[in-house]
């Protein structure tokens, strides 16, 4: 072991042959986790060395079969099983030093024929109540048609498998309409480290005035040994972002004695990518010329770390760092050594909550969640009951402020088992008056109410959500009355003056986005156009399950409206929130006689506050008890 050196870089995206070359090495370094070790059964181990053909076409001219790998860095993939001409067994490559985590996936495909058939069973997932039981399939995409579509719920089988022992696994049907195409499969929208630090560039390049970056801390460096010397040395950059104006545009009376501070911390799990969107959307909202987006910077100073978990990401980890270590379960027992950039975090935090002129308010730790729908909130749970109610104030704004919000999914506890989670430890690390959360995205997409359809989240989709927080911390100041009512009066024309174009650009930018999308009428009215396609396309929730033949869909415009309603069945659920959001005695409003022109009569909702205080555990107990027996 002392004298193992690898010759090649194990993230690089290299052809089989250069992979297999050095498959003893990767398989004596397996134990490590260090390499990524792919096995393909009846292959050479090392290349004929007098073919010429292995050279050509990155190195398969003479490989008739299919070459499955990671796409370079933050791809994961761990060993591809032959199982016939029609029928390949996956594995996905376990964390580095951690082999429990195994859900997050991305690879491509290359070397395929033209309609070529195949069965990819993905059969090593360590998670099984998931959303994939409800319909939630994997993302395609390839090198002529560059934009993800997610997979037709008919060529995507979640079941149990008698062939391998029982568990349930993944099978995906493919049939490949290009030869010369590189496919490429991938279980969310992947966001690699690569493109988070182009993208700060450039928000730093164009938006250096209100924009403020910094290097925090770097990530850890990996040795084999103290032999050897560093092999693959990490030690990665984590940024923090400040966003506000330096200096204020609004007159005496409104100007703000102290700012208030939002600190934000996301990818702590590097398989969560639709935080990472949710992260940028945030962001560009926060940079762009919005009136809301101004207030907030008027009046509110932005601390955001996109990336805590650069190690992770970069390696293609599904919930862990380099060293195994899952870093949102570290917070009260972190390590400067294995840890430094919870290290670098927390100092950051307790620098602000330290300074008499700081004013830290809030702290949110963005996540995305595998097995519910919708975006929620975790919390906390307090002695005091007037700091609760005040904990519970920003949920109920940000239920009442965007359509997607699924209340009965939060939860504010005191868990013992979630202890080292930032939330449950910043809660007491931090001044009284902090707000601790953790916010989460579903991975696949939410409810309207009184619906069982289920609306798929896609990349805008996810930064949409991220401007809906930034709406939401707006309407939380507006309502305690942070930002004055004159500051926002200040923002609207005056009365009697009609809108510039450039004002109403400004203000229904992001309507007019959605509004590119084609509605067409069932019934077929006058008026209507288009091609008189039954199908309808939702303006505010945007694309919906694609039905793509036999990989993606010939018509670009095609966006299919998902007929059969879906119920989502997770076997770790509590009680009837993992299910459908539709309670006893309420009625799907496309069914029945209903009139929708009849108001809803109006109720007082009643927060069950011994049920939000209750760990998972405690209300699985309830909901058992409750439940007539059979």
Same mark, same amino acid.
């Given at each position: 072991?002392?004298?193992?050196?690898?010759?090649?870089?194990?993230?690089?995206h290299?052809?089989?042959f250069s992979?297999?070359?050095?498959?003893?090495?990767s398989?004596?370094?397996?134990t490590l986790?260090?390499?990524?070790?792919?096995?393909?059964?009846?292959?050479p181990?090392?290349?004929?060395?007098?073919?010429?053909?292995?050279?050509?076409?990155?190195?398969?001219?003479?490989?008739?079969?299919m070459?499955?790998?990671?796409?370079?860095?933050?791809?994961?993939?761990?060993?591809v099983?032959?199982i016939?001409?029609f029928?390949?067994?996956?594995?996905?490559?376990?964390?580095?030093?951690?082999?429990?985590? #195994? /859900?997050?996936?991305?690879f491509?495909?290359? $070397?395929?024929?033209?309609d070529?058939?195949? !069965?990819? =069973?993905i059969?090593?997932?360590?998670?099984?109540s998931?959303l994939l039981?409800?319909?939630?399939?994997?993302?395609i995409?390839s090198?002529t048609r560059?934009?993800?579509e997610r997979?037709?719920?008919?060529?995507?089988?979640y079941?149990?498998?008698p062939?391998h022992?029982?568990r349930?696994?993944?099978?995906l049907?493919?049939?490949f309409?290009?030869?010369e195409?590189?496919?490429?499969?991938?279980?969310?929208?992947p966001?690699?480290?690569?493109r988070?630090q182009?993208?700060?560039?450039l928000v730093?390049e164009?938006?250096?005035?209100?924009?403020?970056?910094?290097t925090?801390?770097?990530?850890?460096?990996?040795r084999?040994n #103290? /032999?050897i010397?560093?092999?693959?040395?990490? $030690?990665?950059s984590?940024d923090l972002?400040t !966003?506000? =104006?330096?200096a204020t545009d609004c007159?005496?009376?409104a100007k703000?004695?102290r700012?208030?501070?939002?600190f934000v911390?996301c990818?702590s799990?590097?398989g969560?990518?639709?935080?990472?969107?949710?992260?940028q959307?945030?962001?560009?909202f926060?940079?762009?010329?919005?009136?809301?987006?101004r207030?907030?910077?008027?009046f509110v100073?932005?601390?955001?770390i996109?990336?805590?978990?650069?190690?992770?990401?970069?390696?293609?980890?599904e919930?862990?760092?380099?060293?195994?270590a899952?870093?949102?379960r570290?917070?009260?027992?972190?390590?400067?050594?294995?840890?430094?950039?919870?290290k670098?975090?927390?100092d950051?935090? #307790?620098?602000?909550d330290?300074?008499?002129?700081? $004013?830290?308010e809030?702290?949110l730790?963005?996540?995305?969640?595998?097995?519910?729908?919708?975006?929620?909130?975790?919390?906390n749970?307090?002695?005091?009951?007037?700091?609760?109610?005040?904990?519970?104030?920003?949920?109920?704004?940000y239920?009442?402020?965007v359509?997607?919000?699924?209340m009965?999914?939060c939860?504010?506890n005191k868990?013992?088992?979630?202890?080292?989670?930032a939330?449950?430890?910043?809660s007491?690390?931090?001044?009284?008056?902090?707000n601790?959360?953790?916010?989460?995205?579903?991975?696949?997409g939410f409810q309207?109410?009184?619906?069982?359809?289920?609306?798929?989240?896609?990349e805008?989709?996810?930064?949409?959500a991220?401007?809906?927080?930034a709406r939401?911390?707006f309407?939380?100041?507006?309502?305690?009355g942070?930002?004055?009512?004159?500051?926002i009066?200040?923002?609207q024309?005056?009365p009697?003056?009609?809108k510039?174009?450039?004002?109403v650009?400004?203000?229904?930018?992001?309507?007019r986005?959605?509004?590119k999308q084609?509605?067409?009428?069932i019934?077929?009215?006058?008026?209507?156009?288009?091609?008189?396609?039954?199908?309808a396309?939702?303006?505010?929730?945007?694309?919906?399950?694609?039905?793509?033949?036999?990989c993606f869909?010939?018509?670009?415009?095609?966006?299919?409206?998902?007929?059969k309603?879906?119920?989502i069945?997770?076997?770790?659920?509590?009680d009837s929130?993992?299910?459908?959001p539709?309670?006893?005695?309420?009625?799907?409003?496309?069914?029945?006689n209903?009139d929708?022109?009849v108001?809803?009569?109006?109720?007082?909702?009643?927060?069950?506050?011994?049920?939000?205080?209750?760990?998972r555990?405690e209300?699985?107990?309830?909901?058992?008890?409750?439940?007539?027996s059979?």
């Open positions: 072991m002392a004298g193992c050196m690898l010759p090649y870089d194990p993230l690089e290299t052809n089989m992979k297999a070359g050095h498959a003893l090495i398989l004596f370094c397996t986790n260090f390499d990524i070790f792919f096995y393909f059964v009846n292959r181990v090392f290349p004929p060395t007098e073919s010429e053909e292995s050279d050509e076409e990155d190195g398969t001219g003479n490989v008739t079969r070459v499955m790998r990671p796409p370079g860095h933050s791809g994961n993939l761990g060993r099983d032959y016939s001409e029928e390949y067994d996956l594995y996905i490559r376990s964390d580095s030093c951690n082999p429990r985590h #195994r /859900f997050w996936f991305n491509t495909i290359d $070397n395929v024929r033209l070529q058939r195949v !069965i990819l =069973n059969v090593n997932f360590s998670r099984e998931t039981s409800a319909g939630l399939t994997p993302l995409k090198i560059p934009h993800w997979m037709p719920t008919t060529q995507v089988i079941h149990q498998s062939h022992g029982n349930y696994i993944l099978s049907a493919l049939n309409d290009v030869e195409d590189v496919y490429q499969l991938a279980l969310t929208y966001y690699s480290f690569s988070l182009f993208y700060l560039d730093d164009h938006f250096s005035s209100i924009v403020h970056r910094e925090i801390g770097n990530s850890i460096e990996q084999l #103290r /032999f010397s560093c092999v693959h040395q990490q $030690n990665r984590v972002l !966003i506000t =104006n330096q007159d005496e009376e703000p004695t700012k208030k501070t939002v911390i990818r799990h590097p969560e990518s639709p935080a990472s969107y949710v992260c959307g945030l962001i560009d926060l940079v762009s010329s919005e009136p809301i987006a207030a907030l910077r008027e100073e932005f601390k955001i996109p990336m805590i978990n650069p190690d992770g990401v970069f390696n293609g980890n919930r862990s760092s380099m060293v195994g899952d870093l949102n570290v917070w009260n027992d972190y390590s400067e050594f294995f840890h430094p950039t919870v670098a975090a927390m950051a935090i #307790r620098h602000l330290e300074q008499p002129d700081s $004013n830290l809030f702290i730790d963005l996540h995305a969640h595998h097995s519910l729908l919708g975006t929620f909130l975790y919390g749970s307090y002695d005091d009951f007037l700091r609760f109610e005040r904990h519970l104030l920003f949920g109920k704004i239920s009442q402020t359509e997607d919000f699924c009965g999914n939860m504010y868990d013992n088992l979630k202890a080292g989670t939330r449950r430890y910043l007491h690390a931090v001044k009284e008056h902090v601790v959360y953790s916010f989460f995205i579903s991975m696949m309207l109410p009184n619906s069982t359809d289920i609306h798929l989240y896609d805008e989709g996810y930064q949409r991220g401007r809906n927080l939401a911390l309407e939380y100041y507006k309502i305690v942070h930002i004055p009512a004159s500051y009066q200040s923002l024309p005056a009697g003056r009609k510039t174009k450039y004002e650009a400004s203000t229904y930018r992001n309507f986005s959605e509004g084609i509605v067409n009428r019934d077929g009215k006058e008026g209507d156009e288009g091609d008189g396609s039954a199908f396309s939702y303006r505010r929730a945007n694309r919906l399950i694609l039905e793509i033949e036999p869909a010939q018509n670009p415009s095609f966006r299919p409206f998902l007929r309603p879906v119920t069945q997770v076997k770790d659920s509590m929130r993992s299910t459908t539709l309670s006893n005695g309420q009625s799907s409003s496309s069914g029945g209903s929708p022109k108001p809803s009569i109006p109720s007082l909702s009643v927060i069950d506050f011994s049920s939000l205080t209750m760990s555990k209300l699985r107990q309830l909901h058992r008890r409750n439940s007539p059979i």
